[in-house]
Nanobody, 125 residues
Framework: QVQLAESGGGLVQAGGSLRLSCAAS????????MGWFRQVPGKEREFVAA???????????SYADSVKGRFTISRDNAKNTVYLQMNSLKPEDTAVYYC???????????????WGQGTQVTVSS
């Protein structure tokens, strides 16, 4: 059974940092895109960041404009885990953050094969 388990969410003051982790189990995801989406109640889920296999040992990261320069995504294929380092957090970053895995071609549009349960991130002003 494939599972994505997020951890690392919590409450932080504006300007602070958090690191989210997503541990995958049940299969290997080395050739899949993996990354993060977030959702605020009453709004659609939005893309945050992804890291995609580009061939050989090359992986390419991509980010939503709203988080560029503040968030960094990385992955450890040996641990089947993806990370999201979030710095300079703002109140508008408050959301439930979801880990996802899926084909690179459809990932940014939210068409992913696997989803985690989500972890709450709250940034106070």
């Amino acid at each position: 059974q494939v599972q994505l388990a997020e951890s690392g969410g919590g409450l932080v003051q504006a300007g602070g940092s958090l690191r989210l982790s997503c541990a995958a189990s049940g299969r290997t995801f080395s050739s899949y895109a993996m990354g993060w989406f977030r959702q605020v109640p009453g709004k659609e889920r939005e893309f945050v960041a992804a890291i995609s296999w580009s061939g050989g040992s090359v992986y390419i990261a991509s980010y939503a404009d709203s988080v560029k320069g503040r968030f960094t995504i990385s992955r450890d294929n040996a641990k089947n885990t993806v990370y999201l380092q979030m710095n300079s957090l703002k109140p508008e970053d408050t959301a439930v953050y979801y880990c996802a895995a899926g084909p690179r071609a459809t990932f940014h549009g939210g068409e992913c094969d696997y989803w985690g349960q989500g972890t709450q991130v709250t940034v106070s002003s």
